[in-house]
């Protein structure tokens, strides 16, 4: 495990993003996991600066999304697909026929999650993930408790993320209840992973990662055991972990 602390939410990004970059143009093809939420927006606003004025290079990138609500069509403004779009893809040269994200409308979605599993092993695997952390631990919306040999399924959300959530929405009411969602097991197959922290919120769900007990109550402290993670985080993220004092 590398840890990297950065003096400030835009340093993170300009370290993660430089890392995606470097990745990038040592295999035009590369096939990246992307994550949404607030974290790691600099840090696609930033690939989006290198593609315009250093020329990088997204035509062969594949990508695919963690995760996305059930009930929101592709056109809704929270759903994940039009997050995407919205900051990332449709400001570089990418063939949208190469970004996945899973498709929360659809009819039969146990199908669709095995569908997506199927697309992901026909990419030839994820080498690049991306992740953010939630306040309780969770890695895309693998809540705690969630096994760490789950694959792309069908998840409700906690209440607490449905709160986390719940600002981008007019009302409470308006939170999807349900996702569809890599599994940690899914997530653990990728041959890298970068998780992105900042601020103070997110100082005890890093510290149980990093320092505490492999739990399924702290999704993300499986990460311990990934052979190549790299979390790129603010001084407030890390503010709690008893290494960096
Ligand atoms: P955030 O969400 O980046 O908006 O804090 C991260 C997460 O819940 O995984």
Redesign the pocket.
Known sequence: MKVIICDSAEAMSKTAANIFADRIRSKPNLVLGL?T????LGMYAELVRLHREEDLDFSKVRTFNLDEYVGLPPDHEQSYRHFMNRHLFDHLNIDPANTHVPDGLARDLDGCCAAYEAAIQAAGGIDLQV????TNG???FNEPGSPFDSRTRVVDLTES?IQ?NSRFFKRIEDVPTRALSMGIGTIMEAREIVLLATKDN?AEAIARTLEGPVTEAVPASILQRHPNVTFVLDQAAASRLKRSQ
Do not use: C, M, R
């Not at 939420?37 to 790691?40: A, E, F, H, K, Y």
């Not at 992740?131 to 939630?134: A, Q, T, V």
């Open positions: 994550a939420g607030s974290t790691p992740l953010g952390i939630g969770h890695i895309a993320t986390d997110k």
